[in-house]
């Protein structure tokens, strides 16, 4: 009879306790993935950990069972809270940073997902949440028409300039779309920048990561020094010259453009 009202009490402490964790926690916690022995399948939360942690590499879908766990993610309010927090704290050390004395100080921005959102295209059936692959053709297409802005990131960038730094923008954007880039830049409320780094045919063939870190060492070589660098990609803030500190975007749903 102990034993069952002991067994009682915890269940239901163990109940209301999970019940107030929800008002901290808007995401379900979901249980271990695991089916049979050999067949293991990682838990979606920690999914998304581990690629925010540049553990999981190389990954090109999400587990097709997380779509609803990325879906709660991105609609609910925990993306838009984990960006304010890491703007929070780039702006912090923007503020706080002492300017070299020999060197022009700059920070690098990448563009897609880190500036702009494609929520809305991340979540039709073309992408469904990351189930399917992203591929550049119709990802510029709908990211020069209607993409958003990613606001605690403009705020951010605001402040940046305000902290008297110059901004370079480095996509992998083909030149091509440059125009169109700038517009759905300005029509999200960017302005100010000094350059803007895309990709052209000689950048062809070069891993992200190659073709980033390439762009990121001509600006080391023309003196500047790279205060900060965000991104949304591990390939954004990996490789050669990152910056002497990276921010990293949250970005659960893709691992690259595919072209
Ligand atoms: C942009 O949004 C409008 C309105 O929802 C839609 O009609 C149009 O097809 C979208 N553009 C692209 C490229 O998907
Ligand atoms: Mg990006």
Known sequence: MIRLSLLVFVAFTLLSSSHADAEFNPIRQLGRHSVGSDDYKVNCQSFRVGVEANNLRDWITIPSYCKSYIKTYLQKNQYSLDVEAIAFEAVDYA??????????????????ETLLSNLGYLASSSVDFGTQQVYATPYYEWLTSNATVVPAILELYNAVVENGFEIVLLSEAPESIGDALV???QNAGFSGWTKLILKGDADNGKSPEEYKSAKRTELVNLRYRIAGNVGDQWSDLSGENVGIRTFKVPNPVYNRIWD
Do not use: C, M
């Open 95 to 112: 503020e706080s940073l002492q300017k070299d004395v020999f060197l022009k100080d700059i920070w690098v921005f990448d563009i897609e």
């Open 183 to 185: 517009q759905a830049l």
